[in-house]
């Protein structure tokens, strides 16, 4: 499985940004995919899950009411809206699935 992210760039405090996540190759379609954060000096931070169909399972506290996560019908592609970002959200996302990640896409939040 192959896992591209894209959408990333710096913003200021309070806009948004959706992220997206394409999947290629492998067997992923019935798997759940979720969205990590990794910041400086900090290990990699579980953020949102998705299921095969397309229903939020969870998100982390940290942006709970901020960011939405979900899913193409095709079920290939996982997308993360993210608003009312705050300078603690600056990171590097990365997708997962099945085991796999993509190399991520920064995200600089700028106060």
């Known amino acids: 499985v192959q896992l591209i992210e894209s959408g990333g760039g710096t913003v200021q405090a309070g806009g948004s940004l959706r992220l997206s996540c394409t999947a290629t190759?492998?067997?992923?379609?019935?798997?759940?995919m979720a969205w990590f954060r990794q910041t400086p000096g900090k290990s990699r931070e579980f953020l949102a899950a998705v299921t095969w169909g397309g229903t939020p399972t969870n998100y982390a506290d940290s942006v709970r009411g901020r960011f939405t996560i979900s899913r193409a019908s095709a079920r290939t592609t996982m997308f993360l809206q993210m608003d009312s970002l705050k300078p603690e959200d600056t990171g590097v996302y990365f997708c997962?699935?099945?085991?796999?990640w993509g190399k991520g896409t920064q995200v600089p939040v700028s106060p």
């Open positions: 190759g492998g067997n992923f379609r019935n798997l759940n």
């Open positions: 997962y699935v099945g085991d796999n």
